[in-house]
């Protein structure tokens, strides 16, 4: 985004809400143009591949620990509750 003194760098998701009208979401504030080019390039250009990278790196992170903790917990869970349900049944008590 623009403004008259500074361009600011956001992440935003874009989707299509209930009524089927598109809209969009800011997911995080990444910082001013003036201080990403301190960090991260001398260019614009630099400094925007770094942000698509930045983001395809937490989506990455997201997903494994989604991946990585989901069974883990499953797993707890069913050691502590010493093996007396099946995880379609741990899951039915959370959906109630």
């Not at 003194?5 to 800011?26: C, H, L, M, P, V």
């Not at 250009?45 to 698509?52: F, G, I």
């Amino acid at each position: 985004m623009k403004s008259k003194n500074a361009e600011s760098f956001y992440i935003k998701q874009s989707y299509i809400d209930s009524n089927g009208k598109s809209t969009s979401r800011t997911i995080r504030k990444l910082g001013t143009l003036k201080e990403l080019l301190v960090e991260h390039g001398p260019t614009r250009d630099d400094v925007m591949a770094w942000a698509k990278c930045d983001l395809i790196q937490s989506e990455l992170y997201r997903n494994f620990l989604i991946c990585f903790l989901a069974p883990f917990i499953y797993r707890l869970l069913e050691k502590k509750l010493e093996r007396k349900y099946t995880c379609e049944e741990l899951l039915s008590t959370l959906v109630e």
